[in-house]
């Protein structure tokens, strides 16, 4: 075997046993990375770690925040073990039969599966997630960045063969190009590591290590490191990086805001599940009046019909309790239909699907009771101005464009950076194993760079545009204090209404049920007017209507009226604590 022979065995050898090693070194990073965790599910771990940290730690810092938040939906309320409605209600008709089986639901039932079934509800809680998620990843870039990568390849050419001839006149051998090509491989690599650290109020820190190799298979090799590091530091416009770090600092508050914004929506959710619950609860009642009506009617139309037999009434009369029992039994039928459409409604707030069976429990109708807040207006709006947690965001986001306004004055500046480079290499004549930089081969630089900003007309319209948002902000307060003031004495005087409308609604249900008692007993005697018994049993439906309505009324305006005040405490499933005693100092 000649030697160019021998040579490109040696080659084929050198390139196979490359390319294994290559292949099992890959094979077992791979199953490193895999052993390690580093798989979609571990990065998906590492993401709710993250993120829930920033909530607790920052919800520590916001009154009425679930310590428990977390976007798995646990405590889920299971339906089975809701108690089962047996009767069926003969008000309801047909449908009443229907509610046979079905579940109860307690309005604390209710608010439990709301927080735990409602897609609003989980949307919410997903977007103040990822809101953590992005304070995480703003936070990261001011810590050390790690980056690095490598490449590979391999490669070969053709070149003209060199053999060594004997020159007779000094006897020394000498190299000659030949005729015949031959075929060079080489394996070439190169890897980078870098680290880049923003320092608050020192300034930016990079270092990179690069190295690089160039490696013939027939012989010979030419490997090369470096090492640099430079740092940076401005000076004067943007000294310290402000700018940069006005992204952290807004990013912590911003969190701070959407935590607040989070537990107002708790508190605005608990009311809107409540107000729902009870109009279910008022069309359930509204139909039972209803029915109450028709079968009055009926009664009445009946004996009415055995009296103009005899003679003893007129058709005028009989004819108008016709109608009468008509205009009931259309009124029954449209309140039946009212109530299933709340009802189906309410499911689809609370997240159920629309075939689930429940029915909600007139007890909590029935215990609703006038309680009505003891404290002045003043004073309402003093606690409102203190504990809405809307109005510490607008407060809070005036100091925020302040301190903009203070860094777009700052960018007005001209730039004066001190910068410094420091570079290790290697033996560029080293040429065995791997070069690493030595400490006697460097090279260093320092000083300023300057810019004097002679186009400042973009730093201009910022900086004008960061004096009108200050005002805008100011403007908000101002706006949200006034808005908040006529709030709470909206809700002030919707309480007082509902109050006296529930006090009115009592004398007036008083009323009709003597007027329809007075009327059924001149209906026997046969001296009853039939358009006197139709109003006083139309009066005796309102009457009852509208003390449900009120009283509902009543207990919705009182949540909400402590909501305006922002101290309605929810608790982890959605119940709120009663208001006992306010406190004002």
Request: glycine content about 6%; charged content about 25%.
């Amino acid at each position: 075997m000649n030697t160019r022979s021998m040579r490109q065995r040696d080659a084929d050898r050198g390139l196979h046993k490359l390319l294994s090693s290559v292949v099992l070194g890959g094979c077992i990073l791979a199953m490193g990375w895999a052993g390690s965790g580093c798989t979609a599910a571990y990065y998906e771990k590492a993401a709710d770690r993250a993120a829930y940290a920033v909530i607790h730690e920052k919800g520590r810092l916001v009154p009425n925040m679930d310590p428990d938040f977390t976007l798995a939906r646990t405590n889920l309320v299971d339906l089975e073990s809701l108690p089962v409605n047996e009767t069926a209600e003969e008000f309801l008709g047909p449908d009443g039969v229907q509610e046979q089986g079905a579940r109860r639901v307690g309005l604390e039932a209710a608010l439990a599966l709301a927080v735990s079934h409602s897609r609003a509800y989980q949307a919410r809680k997903e977007q103040l997630y990822l809101s953590a998620l992005a304070l995480t990843l703003t936070r990261h870039n001011f810590t050390p960045i790690l980056s690095a990568r490598g490449q590979g390849s391999f490669g070969g050419q053709t070149e003209r063969a060199i053999r060594y001839e004997l020159d007779q006149t000094t006897g020394e051998l000498r190299p000659v190009l030949s005729d015949n090509l031959v075929e060079e491989r080489s394996v070439s690599g190169s890897g980078q590591i870098q680290a880049s650290w923003l320092i608050q109020d020192v300034g930016r820190l990079s270092a990179s290590l690069t190295t690089s190799f160039l490696r013939f298979l027939s012989g010979g090799q030419r490997p090369s490191s470096q090492l640099t590091a430079t740092f940076i530091r401005p000076l004067v416009r943007d000294a310290g990086y402000r700018q940069q770090m006005e992204a952290l600092t807004q990013a912590e508050r911003q969190m701070l805001y959407d935590l607040r914004e989070f537990v107002q929506y708790r508190r605005d959710f608990s009311v809107q599940i409540a107000s729902a619950y009870y109009n279910v609860l008022g069309e359930r009642d509204r139909v039972r009046n209803a029915w109450l009506n028709l079968q009055s009617s009926r009664r009445n139309a009946e004996r009415t019909r055995a009296l103009a037999e005899e003679g003893r009434v007129t058709q005028t009369d009989l004819g108008r309790l016709a109608q009468q029992e008509l205009s009931a039994e259309s009124a029954w039928i449209n309140a039946v239909r009212s109530y299933k459409q709340a009802l189906d409604n309410f499911k689809l707030l609370l997240g159920l699907p629309l075939d689930t069976r429940i029915v909600l429990d007139d007890r909590e109708l029935e215990n609703l009771q006038i309680r009505h807040p003891e404290i002045s207006v003043e004073d309402s709006i003093r606690v409102a101005l203190a504990a809405r947690l809307d109005y510490l965001n607008a407060r809070d986001q005036l100091v925020d464009a302040e301190r903009k306004v203070e860094l777009a004055a700052n960018q007005l500046k001209p730039r004066v950076d001190f910068t410094t480079s420091v570079t290790l290499r290697s033996d560029p004549d080293d040429t065995t194993g791997f070069a690493l930089p030595e400490t006697g081969r460097y090279s260093y630089s320092a000083g300023l760079e300057i810019d004097p900003g002679l186009d400042k007309t973009a730093d201009r319209n910022a900086y004008r545009a960061a004096l009108i948002a200050r005002d805008q902000a100011a403007r908000r307060v101002q706006q949200l204090e006034d808005e908040i003031k006529l709030q709470v004495r909206d809700s002030w005087r919707a309480l007082d209404q509902a109050q006296r409308n529930h006090e009115i609604s009592e004398i007036g249900v008083r009323l009709a049920e003597r007027r329809v008692e007075e009327q059924h007993l001149l209906a026997e005697l046969g001296r009853a007017r039939a358009l006197d018994l139709v109003d006083a049993q139309n009066d005796l439906v309102n009457s009852r209507n509208q003390r449900t309505q009120a009283l509902v009324a009543h207990t919705i305006a009182r949540l909400q009226f402590w909501n305006n005040l922002g101290i309605l405490y929810i608790k982890n499933r959605g119940q709120w604590q009663e208001v006992t005693h306010v406190q004002v100092r």
